[in-house]
């Protein structure tokens, strides 16, 4: 299976999850050992959901491959290969790690992360005909800030 935007790899996996867990992961036909495929899938899975979040405000692929980039991708990864089986009970550890991953991807996608320190000010993306005025919502947001409405989001 071959991956277009592969933002972390088997190797840092393995620095984030034990390679026995991994095994544990992908071995549906008790080979002792990883099924690769399997973790690609799994990397893949993440690696566009990243992409998903990103493409409004960075041209895709996303390059150079940040170390912040990499430790989303591998905690999205890992999360990917534990939903995948129904038998194991996910960790703690990776739930919170999920939760944080997809916390900084929305702040990315807000602008209040930058992932590129290379870009300066990340612009969002639009064609001149669209239909969506990206400066009118963030004026809209903040007369909602401003008017003490700071619980609500647009």
């Excluded at 495929?37 to 992409?51: G, L």
Aim: hydrophobic residues 35%; aromatic residues 10%.
């Amino acid at each position: 299976m071959e991956i277009m935007a592969a933002y972390t790899d088997l190797t840092t996996l393995k620095n984030y999850l034990p390679a026995e867990t991994i095994q544990q992961l992908t071995d549906d036909n008790n080979v002792d050992q990883i099924d690769v495929e399997k973790v690609n899938y799994a990397i893949k899975q993440a690696s566009d959901y990243i992409d998903m979040h990103c493409s409004g405000r960075y041209a895709l692929p996303l390059t150079p491959i940040t170390d912040s980039l990499r430790d989303i991708c591998t905690k999205l990864t890992a999360y990917y290969l534990y939903r995948r089986t129904l038998s194991l009970t996910l960790p703690e550890t990776i739930k919170v790690d999920y939760r944080e991953a997809c916390n900084s991807l929305q702040a990315i996608q807000q602008g209040r992360i930058n992932l590129m320190p290379e870009v300066q000010n990340p612009e969002f993306f639009a064609s001149s005909d669209s239909q969506y005025d990206v400066n009118n919502v963030v004026a809209s947001n903040l007369n909602v800030a401003t008017n003490g409405w700071n619980n609500y989001y647009i």
